[in-house]
């Protein structure tokens, strides 16, 4: 264990763009916890203290950090009523219980806005939820357009982009809740995730139903090309779709769909390319048995939600797994029903749970960030070397002058 974490924190100083986690892979969850997934009952709820759930877990360095579970405004404010004791702390989330304010209960795609807004649409309430953690408040946008909002995407001008699945459009909010444009009318079968590309101006929608991701111009709303191909037969060839979910755009323009049924990514350049993909069935990390919510961090990392193992699977760009973390639960940090993961501006991660209506919010740690730690723990690592032959050196000269 402690070479293996040494390894890769002096590999993640090298690259720290590549590698996520002091370890490669394997510590922040076992194998096991992948196997027979479907007959796996909800673990036992055992009290926890949620100020440190983070992961990986220690001694390496932290890169997740749990911070929140919210469904409206009674679950914000509920947990500043009184000063938390460290029984509070060791008990986990209770969320409140339906007091007639809006909560969600069918919370799919996630995404914030520049202001630290985070917009949740939520299928079974009709509506988007605009939870403001800072203020405490939650305010519903399109609650009386809107029939079954899946995806959401934010642009760089804070437009809200909603996809309806049922109505086969995409609208446009201003966040004053006004309606700016729609788009994609008679494009769709059904339509489910959107992504944009503030840098080269593209809305990404995903059909999932089409089995095709359509590309229109952010701005004027025009159609321009199509991703992928339908599946036509059992061979699950590269550019082929078989109920892709989401999207999502890395700073240099790639373009990343959850192939959902096909249990992979598919990575595309700006100009509609095929580049590469990964993932296969199975229930060893790496795989997938339904990859849906995607997202990128801010260096790059690829963030995959899987609905079947309730977990989030952390690759670098190439597709080499990092990190993951979660399981089946519903405490903080485990899921049920996993859907959409959005990550903001504030490095926030936020999570969504269909069957629980719960958003859980966690923060990235970035490489930036995480560097000192990572070189702290390098330093410690080789003063121990050190220590170790300095004690082997001088049981051999012992020994020697014995002879």
């Known amino acids: 264990m402690t070479n293996a974490r040494a390894n890769g924190r002096h590999l993640l100083l090298i690259a720290p763009a590549i590698f996520l986690g002091g370890a490669l892979v394997i510590l922040c969850l076992s194998t096991a916890a992948w196997a027979d997934k479907k007959d796996k009952k909800a673990p036992t709820v055992t009290p926890i203290d949620i100020t440190k759930l983070v992961w990986p877990p220690p001694p390496d360095v932290a890169r997740i950090r749990y911070v929140a579970t919210v469904n409206g ?14 029984l509070d702390k060791m008990a986990g989330v209770s969320l409140p219980s ?4 809006p909560r969600t209960r069918g919370p799919y795609g996630v995404a914030g806005d520049s202001k630290g ?7 079974t309430s009709a509506a988007v939820f605009a939870f403001n953690l800072e203020q405490k408040k939650v305010t519903l946008i399109g609650n009386q357009k809107l029939t079954v909002p899946a995806g959401i995407a934010i ?3 804070d437009r809200i982009f909603v996809v309806d699945s049922q109505q086969g459009i995409v609208f446009v909010f201003r966040t004053d809740g006004s309606i700016e444009g729609t788009f994609g009318a008679g494009k769709f079968v059904r339509p489910i995730g959107v992504a944009i590309d503030n840098e080269n101006r593209f809305a990404y929608v995903v059909d999932g139903m089409g089995n095709r991701v ?14 992928g191909k339908p599946k036509t037969t059992d061979i699950l060839a590269p550019e082929v779709f ?3 979910t989401n999207v999502a755009v890395d700073s240099e323009g790639n373009v990343y769909v959850t192939d959902t049924f096909s249990a992979r990514v598919q990575v595309f350049d700006a100009d509609g390319n095929f580049l590469r993909m990964w993932g296969k069935p199975g229930t060893a990390p790496g795989c997938f048995m339904r990859p849906k919510g995607i997202a990128v961090d801010r260096d790059d990392h690829i963030y995959v939600v899987d609905s079947e193992y309730n977990n989030v699977q952390v690759f670098d760009s190439e597709g080499r797994l990092l990190m993951f973390f979660g399981d089946r639960g519903n405490q903080p940090g ?7 993961i959005g990550i903001d501006a504030q490095n926030r991660v936020v999570v969504t749970e269909q069957w629980t209506g719960r958003v859980q919010i966690f923060r990235y740690v970035t490489d930036a960030e995480a560097k000192p730690e ?15 032959l300095a004690r082997e050196k001088a049981a051999e000269d012992s020994a020697a002058k014995k002879n």
């Open 242 to 244: 078989d109920r892709p």
């Open 98 to 101: 339906d007091s007639g304010k």
């Open 73 to 86: 405004e009674d679950s914000m404010n509920a947990q500043t009523k009184k000063k938390s004791t460290w």
């Open 117 to 123: 807004l985070i917009y949740v649409a939520d299928v």
């Open 374 to 388: 990572y070189e702290k723990a390098a330093a410690e690592d080789k003063k121990r070397e050190e220590e170790r």
């Open 155 to 157: 642009d760089d001008a």
């Open 214 to 227: 359509d590309v229109f111009d952010a701005d004027s709303y025009r159609f321009l090309r199509v991703l």
């Open 334 to 340: 485990t899921f049920t029903l996993a859907a959409g």
